[in-house]
């Protein structure tokens, strides 16, 4: 099982926050962002609960298990 996310989505539903200004306020790089959209990097429990809070949202609306691995 791999993870899909939609933060990508929940950025431009946001005020289309850049991934450089969502890097800054969760204290992370831009590159970081980018890996986290695109599937090649899994944040940390403590990341992904950063990432929820700052959209006020729960973890589970960003982040899904898939079926298939990526």
Partial sequence: MGIKN???K????????TQDDLAR?????RQTI?????GKFNPSIKLALKIAKFFNCRVEDIFQLSEEEN
């Fill in 6 to 8: 939609k933060l990508r």
């Fill in 34 to 38: 980018n890996a986290i959209e695109n």
């Fill in 25 to 29: 306020e969760l204290q992370v790089s």
């Fill in 10 to 17: 929940k950025r431009f539903e946001n005020g289309e926050i």
